[in-house]
C-alpha cells in the first residue's frame, strides 16, 4: 500500500498524528475534521496514498463506492439523521489542500459555521 512519510494524512494513517477516530478497516479510515465546517464533520480516506480524485483509476472505482457508501451509515451512527453534505475537493480550483484523496461528510442541525 503506497505511503507518503510527508502526508498529513498518511501520516494519521501511520498512527503517526492523533485523530479522533470514528471507523477503521482494511482499505478505510475516518476520523473527525480539525477544523469542522458543520456540528458533525469527518473526513473518509483511503488508507493508501491517492493525491487526488484525478488519481484514482478503474481499479478504485470499488474503493471510491465504499467510501460514499460509508457516509450514510456513519452520520446515522453519528446521529444525523436530517441530512448531510458529502464533498470531494479536487486540485487547486477544487481548493484542495491536503494532497490525499477524501471525502469531507458533514451534517447535524443548522446553522453550520461553513457551508
Ligand atoms: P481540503 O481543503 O483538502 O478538501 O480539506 C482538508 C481538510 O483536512 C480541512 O477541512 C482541514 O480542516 C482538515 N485537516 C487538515 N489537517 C488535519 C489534521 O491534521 N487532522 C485533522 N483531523 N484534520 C485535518
Ligand atoms: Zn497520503
Known sequence: MSHDPNCIFCRIVAGQIPAKKVHEDDELLVFHDINPWAPVHV???????IETLYDAGPEHDALLGRMM???PVLMRRLGVTNGFRA?????????????HLH????GGPRPWARG
Do not use: S, T
Open 87 to 99: 464533498l470531494v475537493n479536487v486540485g487547486p480550483d477544487g481548493r484542495q489542500e491536503v494532497p
Open 103 to 106: 471525502l469531507h461528510v458533514m
Open 43 to 49: 473526513l473518509v480516506i483511503p488508507k493508501q496514498h
Open 69 to 71: 457508501g460509508l457516509a
